[in-house]
Nanobody, 127 residues
Framework: QVQLVESGGGLVQAGASVRLSCAAS????????MGWFRQVPGEERKFVAA?????????YYADSVKGRFTISRDNAKNTVYLQMNSLKPEDTAVYYCAAGGINEPLSFRSSRSYDHWGQGTQVTVSS
């Protein structure tokens, strides 16, 4: 059973940077496409970024975070990161890490494509 544990969230001011981490256990990490999603109360979980399985350089981003957020993975440490720069109040959300055996780029952005989820970590950006 794959387990994902996020860390690194907190309260920051607009313009600040935060790095989220997601540590995986219980599976072969490199075979999973890893994604970050975020959710605010009353809304659906939304795609933020993904890094493709068997790759550490093939990445996808939501338009709202492109140029500000960077996803990366360290297969030796079974960890995926989300570096968030130039944070805005609208980035406030619970951030979730997810893992799935996904190959199709069209599937990376859908939460239904992922089989395993972390518990989430809150990021609050004050104005």
């Amino acid at each position: 059973q794959v387990q994902l544990v996020e860390s690194g969230g907190g309260l920051v001011q607009a313009g600040a940077s935060v790095r989220l981490s997601c540590a995986a256990s219980g599976g072969t990490f490199a075979r999973f496409t890893m994604g970050w999603f975020r959710q605010v109360p009353g809304e659906e979980r939304k795609f933020v970024a993904a890094v493709v399985r068997w790759s550490d350089s093939l990445t996808y981003y939501a338009d709202s975070v492109k140029g500000r957020f960077t996803i990366s993975r360290d297969n030796a440490k079974n960890t995926v990161y989300l570096q968030m720069n130039s944070l805005k109040p609208e980035d406030t959300a619970v951030y979730y890490c997810a893992a799935g055996g996904i190959n199709e780029p069209l599937s990376f952005r859908s939460s239904r494509s992922y089989d395993h989820w972390g518990q989430g970590t809150q990021v609050t950006v004050s104005s």
